[in-house]
């Protein structure tokens, strides 16, 4: 059974630092991972997908990269904004069955 | 206009009553999915629905039922509603993995359910 697994749960940064979020999953038999976007009490925005046979996306001053053999992923957002906070969810795809498996997120504040 | 659409937003309801979500896509998309959203446990899937004539259970099914009504519509009822199934809950579409697709999963805002 597939576990995703994000580490911290939250984080508090000063404004202007870099931020890294972490995602491992135990199953490297992935389609892809996608990193999401979620505002308290709305809905999950797709920010990056990596398909299985790529080792990072980059979004602006987002990127993230795709260990796939250590089952990991990583999420850096470049000079952190107060609009930066709110929860990163990430998820990956097993084609096998059709399953979307989520993390618990990182809860982000970005302190202005 | 968003791309996948869900209504109600918000929705408060007693126990035993019979309710209905309602989703739509403009994605254009054959997939579509149910999730819902509680603390601590993350997002877990309910039905998905690979086409109009295509109902898949999820993990956690039992309670819900959905109806596949055309391509861009997906509504899931809950027959007999309970307090435990106070949640938030997500309508998604995705493009598949056939060739040239991403499987990137578009979400709805989300309905917040209370039961009780």
């Known amino acids: 059974k597939q576990e995703v697994t994000q580490i911290p749960a939250a984080l508090s940064v000063p404004e202007g630092e870099n931020l890294v979020l972490n995602c491992s999953f135990t199953?490297?038999?992935?389609?892809?991972l996608q990193w999401f976007r979620q505002d308290p009490g709305k809905g999950l925005t797709s920010l990056l997908l990596?398909?299985?046979?790529?080792r990072e996306q980059t979004s602006g001053r987002l990127n993230a990269s795709l260990d796939k053999s250590s089952g990991r992923s990583t999420l850096y957002i470049a000079a952190s904004q107060p609009g930066d906070s709110a929860t990163y969810l990430c998820?990956?795809?097993?084609?096998?069955?059709?399953?979307?498996?989520f993390g618990g997120g990182t809860r982000v504040l970005v302190k202005p | 206009d968003a791309d996948v659409t869900q209504t109600p937003r918000n929705r408060i309801t007693k126990t035993g009553k019979r309710i209905m979500l309602e989703c739509s896509q403009t994605?254009?998309?054959?997939?579509m999915y149910w999730y819902r959203q509680d603390p601590g446990l993350g997002l877990r899937l309910i039905y998905y629905?690979?086409?109009?004539?295509?109902?898949n259970k999820g993990e956690i099914s039992d309670g819900y039922s959905v109806s596949r009504q055309a391509q861009a519509k997906f509504s899931l009822s809950l027959e007999s509603a309970i307090p435990n199934q106070t949640a938030l809950y997500f309508c998604?579409?995705?493009?598949?993995?056939?060739?040239?697709?991403?499987?990137?999963?578009?979400f709805g805002a989300g309905t917040r359910l209370s039961v009780l």
């Open positions: 998604a579409t995705s493009d598949g993995t056939g060739l040239g697709a991403k499987n990137i999963q578009y």
């Open positions: 199953d490297s038999a992935i389609y892809n």
């Open positions: 990596i398909q299985s046979s790529q």
């Open positions: 998820a990956v795809f097993k084609a096998a069955g059709n399953k979307l498996t």
């Open positions: 994605k254009g998309h054959d997939r």
């Open positions: 629905s690979f086409d109009v004539k295509d109902i």
